[in-house]
């Protein structure tokens, strides 16, 4: 539910689950709708020392969504996506409160976050969009291998969920580009090391039958003080029952290291669900090159209802971050 408009030729070929939302006509201009997921997982993976250590999550979301035609022509529409913070509670907690310093008691569940919320106004000039969002990079390039369920692949430092201020162009015969903002204002900046409180981001998409291209291009800054902007490539394509991609991108950390990860993803549907497998390769300056593999297999239940099974092998140091995974999604 996380992606889209840009992204969903590679959402769909990639068969991430998505939530069935239901729609009401409200009136002959506006129809709003209402989705989620309950979305838990355990996972089992080894720490920096090598030793095997257990955790339990809840990725659950409550989706709003309203569309509604505007003046000559054009429409608008909102996406409202709230998630839960430990909401299936804390271990330690659960039978007990806890003493807040105002005095007030609470449960153990740290309540509910906006974590995207953002509205447009498209039309035949193309689409512009203010809220928050995942940025351009993420958008165009790591949700290629943003498939998973729980265990994930190393991402580009570059990808951020902030305020944006977004124009889309239409679709010109399968090319298309968008530009961003990343705003911030001067009390609240993004990387106070560095003062910067805004980035500029371009992407652009071509479909080049049979293959899908996206590029993407975040200025930089924002994530170290050190970091001169980041670029990133993926393609998209399918042979036969086979949904094939492949991404590269080039970005900087810490203390100026350029980081380059490349890699490769299939995934395939069988009749109770599907398969995938992606492997990538992450060379940082003055570090020892590693190789990600990820293998993730799904179990459908029902309709919007599967079980999931992933492994990982991060090629770290004392196995750090080896072991898999088991989660639910139930969509609605």
């Given at each position: 539910?996380?992606?889209?408009?840009?992204?969903?030729?590679?959402?769909?070929?990639?068969?991430?689950?998505?939530?069935?939302?239901?729609?009401?006509?409200?009136?002959?201009?506006?129809?709003?709708?209402?989705?989620?997921?309950?979305?838990?997982?355990?996972?089992?993976?080894?720490?920096?020392?090598?030793?095997?250590?257990?955790?339990?999550?809840?990725?659950?979301?409550?989706?709003?969504?309203?569309?509604?035609?505007?003046?000559?022509?054009?429409?608008?529409?909102?996406?409202?996506?709230?998630?839960?913070?430990?909401?299936?509670?804390?271990?330690?907690?659960?039978?007990?409160?806890?003493?807040?310093?105002?005095?007030?008691?609470?449960?153990?569940?740290?309540?509910?976050?906006?974590?995207?919320?953002?509205?447009t106004l498209s039309g035949d000039f193309g689409s512009v969009t203010y809220g928050k969002n995942d940025n351009?990079?993420?958008?165009?390039?790591?949700?290629?291998?943003?498939?998973?369920?729980?265990?994930?692949?190393?991402?580009?430092?570059?990808?951020?969920?902030?305020?944006?201020?977004?124009?889309?162009?239409?679709?010109?015969?399968?090319?298309?580009?968008?530009?961003?903002?990343?705003?911030?204002?001067?009390?609240?900046?993004?990387?106070?090391?560095?003062?910067?409180?805004?980035?500029?981001?371009?992407?652009?998409?071509?479909?080049?039958?049979?293959?899908?291209?996206?590029?993407?291009?975040?200025?930089?800054?924002?994530?170290?003080?050190?970091?001169?902007?980041?670029?990133?490539?993926?393609?998209?394509?399918?042979?036969?029952?086979?949904?094939?991609?492949?991404?590269?991108?080039?970005?900087?950390?810490?203390?100026?290291?350029?980081?380059?990860?490349?890699?490769?993803?299939?995934?395939?549907?069988y009749n109770f669900g599907s398969l995938q497998l992606g492997a990538q390769s992450v060379d940082v300056d003055?570090?020892?090159?590693?190789?990600?593999?990820?293998?993730?297999?799904?179990?459908?239940?029902?309709?919007?209802?599967?079980?999931?099974?992933?492994?990982?092998?991060?090629?770290?140091?004392?196995?750090?971050?080896?072991?898999?995974?088991?989660?639910?999604?139930?969509?609605?």
């Amino acid at each position: 539910m996380k992606k889209t408009t840009s992204a969903l030729a590679i959402a769909a070929l990639l068969g991430t689950g998505a939530a069935s939302a239901a729609t009401f006509q409200i009136n002959d201009t506006t129809t709003v709708g209402i989705g989620g997921a309950f979305y838990p997982f355990y996972t089992n993976t080894k720490d920096a020392d090598g030793n095997s250590t257990d955790g339990y999550g809840d990725a659950s979301r409550l989706i709003f969504t309203a569309e509604k035609a505007a003046v000559n022509g054009m429409t608008a529409s909102l996406y409202y996506q709230l998630r839960p913070q430990n909401g299936l509670g804390d271990f330690a907690d659960s039978n007990a409160v806890v003493q807040t310093q105002g005095g007030d008691t609470t449960e153990n569940d740290a309540g509910v976050r906006t974590h995207v919320a953002h509205a447009t106004l498209s039309g035949d000039f193309g689409s512009v969009t203010y809220g928050k969002n995942d940025n351009l990079m993420y958008r165009y390039i790591d949700v290629v291998r943003d498939y998973n369920d729980a265990l994930v692949f190393t991402f580009s430092n570059a990808i951020t969920r902030t305020r944006i201020l977004n124009y889309a162009s239409p679709d010109f015969d399968g090319f298309g580009f968008e530009i961003e903002s990343e705003l911030a204002g001067d009390d609240e900046q993004a990387k106070t090391d560095t003062g910067n409180s805004s980035s500029v981001n371009v992407a652009a998409y071509a479909d080049l039958d049979p293959v899908r291209v996206h590029a993407a291009y975040t200025a930089g800054n924002l994530q170290d003080k050190n970091s001169d902007g980041a670029y990133g490539l993926a393609a998209v394509t399918s042979i036969d029952v086979v949904d094939l991609s492949a991404t590269y991108v080039n970005s900087q950390i810490e203390d100026g290291q350029d980081e380059k990860i490349a890699g490769v993803y299939a995934s395939t549907s069988y009749n109770f669900g599907s398969l995938q497998l992606g492997a990538q390769s992450v060379d940082v300056d003055g570090q020892s090159n590693r190789t990600e593999v990820i293998g993730r297999a799904t179990y459908d239940i029902a309709d919007n209802v599967y079980t999931s099974l992933e492994y990982r092998s991060a090629d770290k140091a004392n196995d750090a971050g080896n072991g898999y995974a088991v989660s639910l999604w139930y969509g609605f």
